[in-house]
């Protein structure tokens, strides 16, 4: 399964604790596949290294490395009008459907208010824990 994980998810998984953590354990344990394009990446960067300062006992490089390994990276065209009611959020549904990706993980609420944008499902963490994963678990 493919899914594009909003920076918010992805920034609290590696920081914190929770729903969003177990998404990204979900990924290293080989059961999701992220989807990202670079600018979402540079996103991740930057707002992960800003955060690490506030914690430095959070090793961020190492999974940050991991990711642009491991996750697949695809170029993701603008959306040809604005989407979001934040602008900035557009590139993570322009990455979803540059993808093919059904699945965008986010706590945004912007981005949540557009669910089901051509056929892409935004989700909670722990909505897409319930929907997705917990029924692989239970397999």
Request: glycine share 4%; charged share 25%; hydrophobic share 45%.
């Amino acid at each position: 399964m493919r899914v594009v994980l909003d920076t918010n998810v992805f920034i609290s998984a590696v920081f914190f604790s929770g729903p969003p953590y177990k998404v990204l354990q979900a990924w290293r344990d080989g059961r999701l596949q992220i989807v990202l394009s670079p600018e979402i990446l540079e996103e991740y960067q930057r707002v992960g290294v800003a955060l690490a300062e506030l914690y430095p006992g959070v090793e961020y490089d190492p999974i940050l490395d991991l990711l642009t390994v491991q996750a697949q990276l695809i170029a993701a065209p603008e959306l040809p009008e604005p989407a979001c009611l934040d602008p900035d959020d557009d590139k993570f549904l322009a990455c979803a459907l540059a993808a093919r990706t059904r699945i965008l993980i986010s706590g945004d609420k912007h981005l949540l208010k557009m669910n089901d944008y051509r056929g892409i499902e935004v989700l909670r963490p722990r909505e897409f824990l319930n929907r997705y994963l917990q029924k692989e678990s239970e397999s």
